[in-house]
């Protein structure tokens, strides 16, 4: 599916508000104690909006906080391409980069667990053709993508996380 023949939804009312990026913070932990307790054998698959009802894989990406310098894991969809793996920093449209972007920005080195295989991983974020190249990817793949990209002013980062060693 091409990214123009995507049906673009509304941005819901109260999408900025504060309470908002709290809401979504619970559930990531939530998220990421269920899929670490089974191993990913629930928590790994995402049913809501354009993934309802038979859900994108999740893999949980961890960081190194840039104030804390403690590990900070994260449930994002993503994508393969060839060896690397391919994450979007779209937090839901809101009109900031989310914190596991901002870690990865000050240290590039992260880990990845897909279901039961975790990985050591550097990550860079996709500029010009590569990004143009793997967006509509993305969007094929979570359609919701294209939505959340019209309602924020922020260029989306699209982070290549690339195997180390």
Same mark, same amino acid.
């Given at each position: 599916? !091409?990214? +123009?023949?995507?049906?673009?939804?509304?941005? $819901? /009312?109260?999408?900025?508000? $504060? %309470?908002? =990026? *709290?809401?979504?913070?619970?559930? !990531? *932990? &939530?998220? #990421?104690? &269920? %899929?670490?307790?089974?191993?990913?054998l629930l928590g790994s698959k995402w049913r809501v909006g354009a993934a309802f009802p038979w859900g994108v894989p999740v893999l949980l990406l961890t960081t190194t906080g840039r104030k804390s310098g403690q590990p900070r894991t994260a449930p994002l969809l993503f994508v /393969? +391409?060839?060896?690397? #793996?391919? #994450? #979007? =920093? !779209?937090?839901?449209?809101?009109?900031?980069?989310?914190?596991? %972007? *901002?870690?990865?920005?000050?240290?590039? /080195?992260? /880990?990845?667990?897909?279901?039961?295989?975790?990985r050591k991983m550097r990550a860079r974020t996709a500029e010009g053709e590569e990004r143009a190249r793997l967006w509509p990817k993305l969007v094929a793949h979570y359609a919701d993508f294209a939505s959340y990209e019209t309602w924020t002013d922020r260029v989306i980062p699209v982070v290549v996380l690339e195997p180390v060693g």
């Open positions: 599916m !091409s990214t +123009d023949m995507v049906p673009i939804k509304p941005k $819901p /009312e109260g999408l900025d508000k $504060p %309470y908002v =990026g *709290k809401i979504i913070k619970a559930m !990531s *932990k &939530v998220n #990421v104690a &269920v %899929y670490r307790w089974t191993g990913g /393969e +391409d060839g060896q690397n #793996v391919i #994450v #979007v =920093g !779209s937090q839901g449209g809101l009109p900031k980069d989310p914190l596991w %972007y *901002k870690n990865l920005q000050a240290n590039p /080195e992260c /880990e990845v667990q897909i279901k039961r295989r975790k």
